[in-house]
């Protein structure tokens, strides 16, 4: 069988090809809703996690070894949206597929959202799994915390512990639940440069937001500031 005159080329002149070839590639999947966020317009190209195997460039699908090789190029310049635990998983699971964690290494850009992203946050759920992923990602510069649709009526800080507030959804019970969230895992993540929290006025939920970014802000950047690590956090309406 003759080999592709392409494959013969040394690694470094491959590498070298595949990163221009996919400069400018887009994921072949249809918009994320909320894409036209004034928000999302400064962000790069997102999408779950889960739709990876579909959406990647007709190159990286060609065959096993162009996909070993030019995905993370591909995955280097996306930034990766996970909006459930499933989507954790399947995106794992995927990345376990390229050789040499040059997947893993490859995610430079991740933001995590959805209805449930502070249930998946309390404590007496165990080890927070959001941010267990994220430090499998040893390039990962950049967190975006979407909290648009998260299920919530309030966070508030008591006694240097985050809590979240619920509104009881059993007729019967009138009083709220609190629940403690488990942020200590992100701290861990030594090669973010940025943690952005994306939030905006949910109708139907009263969130105190100008509290939460008051103090939430400052308080994630004094915890990575006490481990020695200087992290960019911002808040964006």
């Given at each position: 069988m003759t080999m592709c005159p392409l494959l013969a080329l040394p690694r470094e002149i491959r590498d070298m090809i595949w990163g221009l070839a996919l400069q400018e590639a887009q994921l072949e999947l249809p918009p994320l809703e909320g894409k036209a966020q004034?928000?999302?317009k400064a962000l790069p190209i997102t999408t779950t996690g889960k739709a990876f195997g579909d959406g990647l460039p007709a190159l990286c699908r060609t065959s096993k070894q162009l996909f070993e090789e030019s995905t993370p190029f591909f995955l280097s310049r996306i930034m990766v949206t996970?909006?459930?635990?499933?989507?954790?998983?399947?995106?794992?699971?995927?990345?376990?597929?390229?050789p040499n964690n040059e997947g893993f290494k490859a995610i430079h850009q991740l933001r995590l959202g959805g209805k449930d992203m502070f249930c998946r946050w309390q404590h007496r759920q165990g080890e927070n799994k959001d941010f267990a992923a994220l430090k499998r990602f040893p390039k990962l510069e950049d967190v975006l915390?979407?909290?648009?649709?998260?299920?919530?009526?309030?966070?508030?800080?008591?006694?240097?512990?985050?809590?979240?507030?619920?509104?009881?959804?059993?007729?019967?019970?009138?009083?709220?639940t609190f629940e403690k969230l488990d942020l200590n895992g992100l701290f861990e993540c030594t090669s973010l440069k940025a943690v952005i929290i994306v939030k905006t006025h949910h109708v139907g939920l009263v969130i105190h937001w100008d509290d939460f970014h008051d103090?939430?802000?400052?308080?994630i950047h004094k915890q990575f500031a006490d481990k020695g690590l200087e992290v960019s956090v911002m808040k964006v309406a």
């Open positions: 004034d928000y999302d996970c909006t459930s635990a499933s989507e954790i998983e399947e995106l794992l699971h995927f990345l376990e597929k390229i915390f979407d909290v648009r649709q998260c299920g919530h009526e309030e966070l508030f800080l008591r006694e240097g512990v985050w809590y979240c507030r619920y509104e009881s959804d059993q007729p019967r019970l009138i009083e709220p103090r939430m802000a400052p308080w």
